[in-house]
């Protein structure tokens, strides 16, 4: 049997949970232990995840067939391991570390039904979970001893710029297949609009770095308005919203520092 753990597909999961550890690293002033500690709990449930989705029974054909002892035994032991890094973590945190946990978990909390009901793929699920994942920098800041004001603001940036990347790929999924979702169009309109109109603002008060981080995905959400992107090109779409994403990383991890 392959004693491997089973990882998780989503590459826009791998690409918003490497991002959140990247953000909150760049503005950490410092590296205590409890927020490795957190840092690998955050990784350690992520992990979780396929397994826990293998255990469910939500992956078909050679996952299925493969049986769900191995999912199992990955599902108890990252399951358990990310539950004492979190306590350990947590011994020295601030009290408004720990509140600042509570967000992305109640997003997990609420994910998991749609889980149990293989609705996670739903535009609620990928949204819970863009919520989850961006909003996992909030307690990892605070934990790195970084102030309320700037693990709220760099938690809220990546939080608008994942969710918008999920209904921008959902839109244009949508019309690939000829089933309109027309939630996601229009919370993708509203969205690249208010991106766009809060880094525009933010540029003409002098705040150029959070001005230009907020304006990537706005600007690639312009471009997927103005013109039909060629289906043939979906890849090169994936790999655009990641690079977008990292320079809202990059630029918002630069002005918090």
Request: glycine share 12%.
């Amino acid at each position: 049997m392959d004693l491997w753990p089973p990882l998780p597909r989503e590459h826009g999961a791998w690409v918003q949970v490497s991002l959140a550890t990247l953000a909150a690293l760049l503005v950490a002033p410092s590296y205590p232990g409890g927020f490795w500690a957190w840092l690998g709990a955050l990784w350690l449930a992520f992990l979780a995840h396929e397994p826990l989705l293998r255990v469910l029974d939500q992956r078909g054909g050679k996952a299925k067939a493969e049986g769900h002892a191995r999912a199992w035994i990955w599902l108890g032991f990252l399951g358990t391991l990310a539950v004492v890094l979190a306590w350990l973590g947590g011994r020295h945190a601030p009290p408004h570390a720990w509140l600042a946990v509570l967000a992305p978990l109640a997003c997990a909390g609420f994910l998991l039904p749609g889980i149990l009901r293989g609705e996670e793929k739903s535009l609620p699920g990928e949204l819970l979970a863009a919520v989850a994942l961006g909003g996992a920098t909030w307690p990892l800041a605070l934990r790195a001893g970084a102030s309320l004001a700037t693990a709220g603001q760099l938690a809220g940036v990546l939080v608008l710029a994942f969710v918008l990347g999920t209904l921008l790929i959902r839109r244009f999924l949508a019309q690939l297949r000829q089933r309109p979702e027309p939630i996601s169009a229009v919370g993708a309109a509203l969205l690249t609009g208010l991106g766009a109109g809060l880094g525009l603002v933010l540029l003409s008060e002098g705040r150029v770095l959070e001005g230009l981080a907020l304006l990537p995905l706005p600007l690639l959400g312009f471009r997927l308005f103005a013109k039909p992107w060629p289906p043939r090109h979906l890849k090169r779409l994936g790999w655009m919203m990641a690079a977008g994403n990292t320079a809202v990383v990059l630029l918002m991890g630069a002005a918090l520092r």
